[in-house]
């Protein structure tokens, strides 16, 4: 089952956020406005380079970690972004075979890219929806076309959340899609945030003139959060040990580095009792 083609018009004039992301993520698909964006953000926010990998590798230890230790089989992935590495899919299906992934965007690049790239294994499921995180209602009622609610789900919100302005409309979101699942389903997110503790008052600063600036052409601002409030999408769950943490601090593979260095974003995944 797949969506009908949205039928928007790609505008390749303005820097669209997606094309950024994946120019960060060292991806292809972007255009010379999105470079130009991307490199004058970087120039005033060095540290986003390694957000944008350290968050894609979040993604993956958390995926293995849902599918090997909490034994879940079936993912709703909103905020799909461009296809790069380590996709959900890709993560899963490799630890289990049948697991059932629905990848949601209301970007048409993105599910023309999903659609090209992101293939199932014959034992599992890849779907797509053109629908808009905002709506959960709608993301509910055609993901359970291809996800069983009765079981646990894990719902992946990486990266999205802070391009909803209003937190409370953003928290009441998660709760709806929260309710929607059963005992056992998880939550796994990534959120920016210019939190002094993570870099020094002096660094966050630097970094939130980089953000305003950025938001100021960007075709959806995003709006950085405390740690805090960030927690705060996980009330009622049972958060996964190590917490609500720098993305760099969840569950990191060993070096020999040492521990990785903070950056701006935390991340968390919570079990539902």
Same mark, same amino acid.
């Given at each position: 089952?797949?969506?009908?083609?949205?039928g928007?018009?790609?505008?390749?004039?303005?820097?669209?956020?997606?094309?950024?992301?994946?120019?960060?993520?060292? /991806?292809k &698909?972007?255009?010379?406005?999105?470079?130009q964006?991307? !490199?004058a953000?970087? %120039?005033?926010?060095?540290?986003?380079?390694?957000?944008a990998r350290?968050d894609?590798?979040?993604?993956?230890?958390?995926?293995?970690?849902l599918? %090997?230790e909490? !034994?879940?089989?079936?993912?709703?992935?909103? $905020? +799909?972004?461009?296809? +790069?590495?380590?996709n959900?899919?890709e993560?899963a299906?490799?630890?289990?075979?049948?697991?059932?992934?629905v990848y949601?965007?209301?970007?048409?690049?993105? #599910? +023309?890219?999903?659609?090209?790239?992101l293939?199932? +294994?014959?034992? $599992?499921?890849?779907d797509?929806?053109?629908?808009?995180?905002? &709506?959960?209602?709608?993301?509910l009622?055609?993901?359970?076309?291809?996800l069983d609610f009765?079981r646990p789900? %894990?719902?992946?919100?990486?990266?999205?959340l802070?391009?909803v302005p209003?937190?409370?409309?953003?928290?009441?979101i998660?709760?709806?899609?929260?309710?929607?699942?059963? @005992?056992? *389903?998880?939550?796994?997110?990534t959120? @920016?945030t #210019?939190?002094?503790?993570? /870099? /020094?008052?002096?660094v966050?600063?630097?970094?939130?003139?980089?953000q305003?600036?950025?938001?100021?052409s960007?075709?959806?601002? #995003?709006t950085?959060? *405390?740690? !805090? =409030?960030?927690?705060a999408?996980?009330? /009622?769950?049972e958060?996964? =040990?190590?917490?609500?943490? *720098?993305?760099?601090?969840?569950?990191?593979?060993?070096?020999?580095? $040492?521990?990785?260095?903070?950056?701006?974003g935390?991340c968390?995944v919570?079990?539902?009792?």
């Amino acid at each position: 089952m797949h969506d009908e083609d949205p039928g928007q018009t790609i505008d390749s004039s303005v820097p669209h956020s997606a094309r950024v992301w994946n120019y960060f993520l060292g /991806g292809k &698909d972007f255009y010379a406005v999105d470079r130009q964006a991307a !490199e004058a953000y970087k %120039a005033a926010f060095p540290q986003i380079t390694d957000i944008a990998r350290t968050d894609r590798a979040f993604l993956a230890r958390a995926v293995r970690y849902l599918v %090997a230790e909490a !034994e879940v089989r079936q993912f709703l992935d909103i $905020g +799909t972004g461009l296809p +790069t590495m380590n996709n959900t899919h890709e993560v899963a299906q490799r630890a289990a075979p049948s697991s059932r992934i629905v990848y949601v965007d209301n970007d048409p690049l993105v #599910l +023309t890219h999903a659609r090209a790239l992101l293939t199932s +294994t014959p034992e $599992g499921t890849c779907d797509y929806i053109h629908a808009d995180l905002r &709506d959960p209602e709608e993301i509910l009622a055609r993901a359970a076309k291809s996800l069983d609610f009765s079981r646990p789900v %894990a719902i992946t919100l990486l990266g999205i959340l802070h391009f909803v302005p209003d937190y409370d409309q953003v928290r009441a979101i998660v709760r709806r899609l929260l309710d929607a699942v059963p @005992a056992g *389903s998880h939550l796994a997110l990534t959120h @920016a945030t #210019l939190d002094p503790s993570l /870099g /020094g008052e002096e660094v966050a600063a630097k970094n939130r003139a980089a953000q305003d600036e950025y938001n100021e052409s960007a075709d959806v601002p #995003l709006t950085p959060r *405390s740690r !805090e =409030e960030i927690s705060a999408f996980f009330e /009622g769950l049972e958060v996964i =040990e190590p917490g609500v943490v *720098s993305m760099s601090r969840w569950r990191p593979e060993r070096t020999r580095f $040492g521990t990785p260095p903070p950056v701006f974003g935390y991340c968390g995944v919570g079990r539902k009792r």
